[in-house]
């Protein structure tokens, strides 16, 4: 996991940001509309995963304390 900061105009945002491996435990994917042309995917962390939110195109402009980024590219 990594912790990247991104600037949105001239606010400073700080992101968690998890890049994507088959390895990578994801639950509740089924349950959400398919992602096309996404490259981001919104989770908080489970007991022993992490539980699919929303799907992104662009890195959003804010996230609660307890989500994370998954990234696809």
Same mark, same amino acid.
């Given at each position: 996991?990594?912790?990247?900061?991104?600037f949105?105009?001239?606010?400073?945002?700080?992101?968690?940001?998890?890049?994507?491996?088959?390895?990578?435990?994801?639950?509740?994917?089924?349950?959400?509309?398919?992602?096309?042309g996404?490259?981001? $995917?919104?989770?908080?962390?489970?007991?022993?995963?992490?539980?699919?939110?929303?799907?992104?195109?662009?890195?959003?402009?804010? $996230?609660?304390?307890?989500?994370?980024?998954?990234?696809?590219?």
């Open positions: 996991m990594s912790n990247d900061i991104y949105r105009g001239s606010r400073e945002v700080f992101l968690r940001i998890i890049k994507y491996s088959p390895e990578l435990k994801i639950t509740n994917l089924e349950q959400l509309p398919a992602g096309k996404c490259k981001y $995917l919104i989770v908080i962390e489970g007991i022993d995963c992490y539980i699919a939110k929303s799907w992104k195109r662009n890195i959003p402009e804010k $996230l609660l304390k307890t989500e994370f980024l998954v990234s696809f590219s």
